[in-house]
């Protein structure tokens, strides 16, 4: 069964950079998409970036341009680079992976989340 750990959460001010890390851990055939997911305190969760075992990236139209994920498949981790922080994206972070397990059973994967706090 595969794991999934967050780490670099914190408080930034609004035009400041935070870089995310997500590692996977167990055992499984693949790991094909992950991705990172955010809730804020009252909202749905929602896209933030998500990026394929090739590297095809996709990023939620509030973030492009400011956010850059990144993969390593050697390693099973992946990465958020945010910059630019605005106070909106004060949120809980959360690592997303579509894995498949060694039963061949598709399984979608959720880290733990960590908290990003962006002050004015």
């Known amino acids: 069964q595969v794991q999934l750990v967050e780490s670099g959460g914190g408080l930034v001010q609004a035009g400041g950079s935070l870089r995310l890390s997500c590692a996977a851990s167990?055992?499984?055939?693949?790991?094909?998409?992950m991705g990172w997911y955010r809730q804020a305190p009252g909202k749905q969760r929602e896209l933030v970036a998500t990026?394929?075992?090739?590297?095809?990236?996709n990023y939620a139209d509030s973030v492009k341009g400011r956010f850059t994920i990144s993969r390593d498949n050697a390693k099973y981790t992946i990465n958020l680079q945010m910059n630019s922080l605005k106070p909106e994206d004060t949120a809980v972070y959360y690592c997303?992976?579509?894995?498949?397990?060694?039963?061949?059973?598709?399984?979608?994967?959720w880290g733990q989340g960590t908290l990003v706090t962006v002050s004015a």
């Open positions: 997303n992976a579509e894995v498949v397990s060694i039963l061949h059973k598709y399984l979608e994967v």
């Open positions: 167990g055992v499984a055939l693949m790991i094909n998409g």
């Open positions: 990026i394929t075992s090739g590297g095809t990236t």
